[in-house]
């Protein structure tokens, strides 16, 4: 039996660069990753589902799935979050999973699977005590993050290689 090939769960937000995951998808799977498409409630208003379960070859989910149905995705080996709002990254860090992408990150952030997030927002935000509290909790807690200035594109190649 062959070895499980790694699969990698992209979690984007109702952030600037959402529109771009499709190039996080090619990379990834050029490196080797099966690629999962989780996306929250405004995130999936910036994404086309349709081509990225094609490109996947999986359903892109951005609702919790019925308690005893089977789960539609294999578990994750890694997650990126990108781009990550302010808002997703001081819900996670408190432990808020009310949508399947918080969920899930509060998982697998406690779970110790490697996570790197892009958190996009304005400087202000990122000065908010809860917010700058938030993402120095999760730096603690393993995660790895990758900032950029506001106008900038997600640097999806520099995420993937954060993985590593």
Do not use: H
């Not at 409630?41 to 989910?61: S, W």
């Not at 609702?63 to 001081?90: C, Q, R």
């Not at 860090?93 to 009310?98: L, V």
């Amino acid at each position: 039996m062959g070895a499980r090939t790694r699969v990698l769960y992209a979690i984007v937000t109702g952030a600037g660069g959402a529109t771009e995951v499709g190039e996080l998808v090619t990379l990834a799977q050029a490196d080797g990753w099966d690629v999962c498409i989780l996306a929250s409630p405004n995130g999936a208003r910036f994404i086309d589902a349709e081509a990225l379960a094609a490109q996947t070859g999986y359903p892109v989910r951005s609702e919790f799935k019925v308690p005893g149905t089977k789960d539609l995705l294999p578990p994750p080996d890694a997650v990126i979050a990108a781009p990550l709002t302010t808002s997703s990254m001081a819900k996670w860090a408190a432990g808020i999973g009310d949508t399947l992408p918080l969920a899930l990150l509060v998982e697998t952030t406690g779970a110790g699977l490697p996570v790197v997030a892009v958190p996009r927002g304005r400087a202000a935000q990122f000065q908010f005590p809860p917010v700058a509290a938030a993402m120095s909790n999760l730096t603690d807690w393993g995660v790895r993050f990758i900032r950029v200035n506001g106008g900038e594109p997600v640097p999806w190649a520099a995420a993937l290689k954060s993985l590593d």
